[in-house]
Structures are given as C-alpha cells and as structure tokens.
C-alpha cells in the first residue's frame, strides 16, 4: 500500500478547512513460478473481490475517513487494475487497487 495522490476534495471543502482526497494504491503480488499457475487469477480474484467488499462494505474505515469515493464523486472511483510486475529476476501477477478516500477538515484555511 503506498500513496499515489493528495489534494483538496473540490466542492467538499468547509468554510475555514480544506478536506482531503487520498488516493492509495494497494497491491496485491502472486508469483507466476507458483506450482499451479491456472490458480493464480482465482486466487488473486478471490483476496481482490474480498477486500473491494470490506472498502465497499466500510465507508468511513472504521471512522478514520468521512468516505470511500465509491462512485468517483471527487475523481476516478474505488477500481482495481490487473498486470504483471517484473522485480528483480521474479515475475508476478498483480492486482492494483485504487483506493480513494476523503477525508475531513484536513487543513486549516486561513483568510
């Protein structure tokens, strides 16, 4: 999990603080030198559709966020891309998460 993006949330912004949008991206890795190579996407596509359910299912994160921008109100929406990544001499299967969150009154604003 890093952080791709941060910037105001436009139009979800208070009178005298800025909110946030927060893009995270979250991978997730399955060598392809796995012994069983047909099981990788199932099993790839089993741990995505789970945690797309959890960020779905948990809008605010267990209070930590005012939302998950499901539907991309403030920018692209809650999505995962598949690829492969080649680090070092392995090759791997990957799932990329995009994860927007919004967050509350995360600055200031000062007149």
């Known amino acids: 999990m890093?952080?791709?993006?941060?910037g105001p949330a436009r139009?979800?912004?208070?009178l005298s603080s800025t909110s946030s949008r927060l893009v995270l991206y979250v991978r997730l890795y399955a060598s392809l030198m796995q012994?069983?190579?047909?099981?990788?996407?199932?099993?790839l596509m089993d741990a995505l559709d789970w945690l797309m359910a959890a960020?779905?299912?948990?809008?605010?994160?267990?209070?930590?966020?005012r939302q998950v921008d499901l539907l991309g109100t403030y920018g692209d929406p809650l999505s995962a891309r598949?690829?492969?990544?080649?680090?070092?001499?392995?090759?791997?299967?990957?799932?990329?998460?995009?994860?927007?969150?919004?967050?509350n009154d995360l600055w200031d604003q000062e007149a």
Do not use: H, K
Not at 2 to 6: A, D, G, L, N, S
Not at 11 to 14: A, D, H, L, N
Not at 55 to 63: A, E, K, M, V
Not at 84 to 100: F, K, N
């Open 2 to 6: 890093w952080v791709e993006q941060i």
């Open 11 to 14: 139009g979800g912004s208070g």
């Open 35 to 43: 012994q069983e190579p047909d099981a990788i996407d199932p099993a």
């Open 55 to 65: 960020y779905s299912g948990d809008f605010t994160l267990n209070g930590l966020v």
């Open 82 to 103: 598949a690829g492969y990544l080649a680090e070092g001499s392995a090759e791997y299967r990957v799932m990329t998460i995009t994860l927007p969150l919004i967050v």
